[in-house]
């Protein structure tokens, strides 16, 4: 069993800077991909940010410039350094992660439960 658990939403002022973390634990052979999604209310979840095992990263273009997106592989953790908080980032934040649990079993996709961010204008 995998768990992804996310920690640092809250409330911010727009301007505002917050940092998101998620550490994965359980059975755990390797990680490749992590990555944070978002969904507001009333709107599909999307991706924000993602990270190869090996550093690669990708972001949208509405946090681009804004967000970094960064992971340390020895604790299984990936942050999502949020600055220049708009208003419009406002949505719950979702870890995900293709983890392998043990080979020969293949990679899961895991996902966090959420962590809200609240960004007030």
């Known amino acids: 069993q995998v768990q992804l658990v996310e920690s640092g939403g809250g409330l911010v002022q727009a301007g505002g800077s917050l940092r998101l973390s998620c550490a994965a634990s359980?059975?755990?052979?390797?990680?490749?991909?992590m990555g944070w999604y978002r969904q507001a209310a009333g709107k599909q979840r999307e991706l924000v940010a993602s990270?190869?095992?090996?550093?690669?990263?990708n972001y949208a273009d509405s946090v681009k410039g804004r967000f970094t997106i960064s992971r340390d592989n020895a604790k299984n953790t990936v942050y999502l350094q949020m600055n220049s908080l708009k208003p419009e980032d406002t949505a719950v934040y979702y870890c995900?992660?293709?983890?392998?649990?043990?080979?020969?079993?293949?990679?899961?996709?895991?996902w966090g439960q959420g962590t809200l961010v609240t960004v007030s204008s």
């Open positions: 990270i190869t095992s090996g550093g690669r990263t």
């Open positions: 359980g059975s755990i052979f390797s990680i490749n991909d």
């Open positions: 995900n992660a293709m983890v392998q649990p043990a080979p020969p079993v293949r990679h899961l996709e895991v």
